[in-house]
């Protein structure tokens, strides 16, 4: 059954609940929610699976980044100390390290600038998939109500 099916199911189930006297609440059938719940989530499209890895994926390529760039930071400073020894080699060493330091991490931003942008398109993706079946949604709901009349 479609998603839109199973939210009809639910919402019936939520409409017909016995109501409680003196209180806005009602008696419904649980387990029938529960499994109507169950088989939406079944239901949803692969784009919020998607979203969602791409989601860990984004920070696990941070994680990396930072672990990259930590690792190539800890390296040149054993370099810097390894050519101390010499004013000239120490200015050089220091340079290399500030240029080896910026270069690890700009690549971290690269990286992390990526998996933003790309973690972006497609959430917008879904969200914009998501919002033409929320209107579709409504579209039919309103047809419905419109045909009650």
């Not at 760039?69 to 370099?79: G, K, N, P, V």
């Not at 690890?104 to 942008?117: D, M, Y």
């Amino acid at each position: 059954m479609d998603i839109f099916g199973l939210l009809d199911i639910l919402e019936d189930e939520l409409q017909k609940g016995a109501n409680l006297p003196f209180a806005s609440r009602a008696l419904i059938d649980k387990d029938k929610c529960l499994e109507t719940i169950k088989e939406i989530r079944l239901s949803l499209p692969e784009e919020l699976k998607q979203a969602e890895w791409v989601k860990k994926e984004r920070q696990r390529i941070l994680v990396e980044a930072q672990k990259e760039a930590d690792t190539i930071s800890t390296e040149a400073e054993q370099r810097i100390k390894a050519l101390v020894d010499d004013n000239e080699i120490t200015q050089g060493a220091y340079q290399q390290a500030r240029e080896i330091t910026e270069n690890a991490q700009n690549s971290a931003k690269e990286i992390r600038l990526g998996a933003k942008e790309y973690a972006d398109n497609l959430l917008e993706d879904v969200e914009g998939y998501l919002s033409g079946q929320l209107q579709i949604l409504r579209d039919n709901r309103q047809e419905l109500n419109a045909k009650k009349r």
